[in-house]
């Protein structure tokens, strides 16, 4: 199975802060990685898809980019509203694993 | 609008199954496009893919829970349906019912999760 390691687990950032998240694969996936935002007691939202695809109505502040092995989530303004846990997701047909998730947090 | 909802018992007891069902209102489950899946996440902690379905019955389970995963699709009434059985408190979690893309495995839909606990 691919193994997903996303980094860091937790970070605190202000607001206007550019945020990174980073998450490597155990093995090449090309660009078959997305990225959900959770906030607390609703379900994921998808955001980016196909590493670097925005998804239809998410605001262009969040962007992906990688291929291969590493990959990189990035909020180019944090807003308040961006509170929440960030997952990667990998999909290696036909299975499918999660990254740890990494928790935002407003400094 | 799609919408996807999650039901069945809140708690389960050891060593029992685990039965949920999703219904799909806005669309039809029996789009050439998509997978029908469950995911699920263990309070406190993060998301775990258990399987996919698709429209014709075909199915693929996470490796790891594949001796104890059933999915079901009944196309009559757009739902589709979660067995987990052998239960222990490990399995304790709330459960999503979602929409994949069948080939870029986005989970585009999701429902709003339901907890289930296993308790004696």
């Known amino acids: 199975d691919i193994q997903m390691t996303q980094s860091p687990s937790s970070l605190s950032a202000s607001v206007g802060d550019r945020v990174t998240i980073t998450c490597q694969a155990s093995?090449?996936?090309?660009?078959?990685l997305n990225w959900y935002q959770q906030k607390p007691g609703k379900a994921p939202k998808l955001l980016i898809y196909?590493?670097?695809n925005l998804e239809t109505g998410v605001p262009s502040r969040f962007s992906g980019s990688g291929s291969g092995t590493d990959f990189t989530f990035t909020i180019s303004s944090l807003q308040p509203e961006d509170i929440a846990t960030y997952y990667c997701?990998?999909?290696?047909?036909?299975?499918?694993?999660f990254g740890q998730g990494t928790r935002l947090e407003i400094k | 609008q799609l919408q996807l909802q999650e039901s069945g018992p809140g708690l389960v007891k050891p060593s029992e199954t685990l039965s949920l069902t999703c219904t799909v209102s806005?669309?039809?489950?029996?789009?050439?496009?998509?997978?029908w899946v469950w995911i699920r996440q263990p309070p406190g902690k993060g998301l775990e893919w258990i399987g996919n379905?698709?429209?014709?019955?075909?199915?693929y389970y996470n490796p790891s829970l594949k001796s104890r995963v059933t999915i079901s699709v009944d196309t009559s009434k757009n739902q589709f349906s979660l067995k987990l059985s052998s239960v222990t408190a490990a399995d304790t979690a709330v459960y999503y019912c979602?929409?994949?893309?069948?080939?870029?495995?986005?989970?585009?839909?999701w429902g709003q999760g339901t907890l289930a606990t296993v308790s004696s």
């Open positions: 806005g669309g039809s489950i029996r789009s050439t496009s998509y997978y």
């Open positions: 196909d590493a670097s």
């Open positions: 379905i698709y429209y014709s019955g075909s199915t």
């Open positions: 979602a929409r994949r893309e069948n080939i870029a495995a986005r989970f585009d839909y």
């Open positions: 093995q090449d996936i090309s660009n078959y």
């Open positions: 997701q990998q999909y290696d047909n036909p299975s499918i694993t």
